[in-house]
């Protein structure tokens, strides 16, 4: 028990800003081990933008409220996953080979591509959350900072690690889970869903087939290109599946 307590406040430690013990150990070991509490961090992140946004709405007007939500949410985690997916636009963007690919990631500067990618997918978190029905953005937020989590833990599950990703911008990540760790973070990452599908409409557990794709397409599109994820690779996983989640939420409560 007292391991897996070390397990979950590495998680805590490496992919959020809530302060841990000092005195905690590090290694690459109780990295990897903790990737399985990825999901898990999800359900602190989520259920903290959710807590923000219930309390931000018994004063404020929903417009507001969900762009303090998502202020939240970044500051708790950092940018780690935002940073990831900016890095990676502005490397695919911009790099045509492995080589020129992990030297853009390593440039801490953020480009173009990264800048527009920003913008864009903070503009869709935006209009997406607030063309969902306010009593159920609480749940959304909590159900789909999970499940999108346990897509860049899928990545390390289903793909390689990119050897060659000393050359990129230092960031800390897991490289490899077996395959019970693996059922584990999709427990995590798919318990929120289900309680809300149970409570609303079972049609929700269709998002849980948007996972396939998204790990399926971007694991040939990163091994393609540098033959395997990097950690800013799974910060873009992990912001296109959330992305993903909420169009794939709003699609289906226009249908039932």
């Not at 318990?191 to 087939?209: A, E, G, K, R, V």
């Not at 396939?212 to 971007?218: D, E, G, K, N, S």
Request: charged share 15%.
């Amino acid at each position: 028990m007292k391991y897996q307590l070390k397990l979950l406040l590495t998680a805590i430690m490496f992919y959020t800003r809530i302060p841990v013990p000092k005195k905690l150990d590090y290694s690459t070991e109780l990295l990897n081990s903790s990737t399985k509490y990825f999901p898990l961090i999800g359900w602190v992140v989520g259920g903290f933008g959710a807590l923000v946004f219930y309390i931000c709405l018994l004063v404020l007007p929903l417009s507001i409220s969900v762009i303090l939500s998502m202020i939240s949410t970044i500051l708790l985690t950092g940018a780690f996953h935002e940073d990831g997916l900016a890095d990676s636009c502005d490397a695919f963007g911009g790099g045509w080979s492995k080589e020129k690919i992990l030297e853009i990631m390593k440039d801490s500067r953020i480009g173009t591509y990264g800048t527009v990618g920003l913008i864009l997918i903070l503009l869709t978190k935006y209009f997406c959350l607030t063309n969902v029905m306010v009593e159920q953005i609480p749940f959304v937020l909590f159900a789909g900072h999970a499940l999108s989590r346990y897509s860049a833990t899928g990545m390390i599950f289903f793909s390689e690690y990119a050897r060659d990703d000393a050359k990129s911008k230092s960031k800390p990540v897991g490289k490899s889970l077996s395959q019970t760790d693996n059922m584990i973070a999709f427990i995590f990452g798919t318990t929120p869903l289900l309680i809300f599908s149970i409570n609303y409409s079972y049609w929700y557990l269709l998002i849980l087939i948007t996972i396939v794709p998204i790990i399926y397409f971007l694991k040939r599109y990163f091994e393609k290109w540098i033959g395997g994820f990097t950690g800013d690779g799974l910060g873009a996983t992990q912001q296109v599946s959330e992305i993903v989640f909420y169009l794939s939420f709003i699609i289906i409560s226009n249908f039932i």
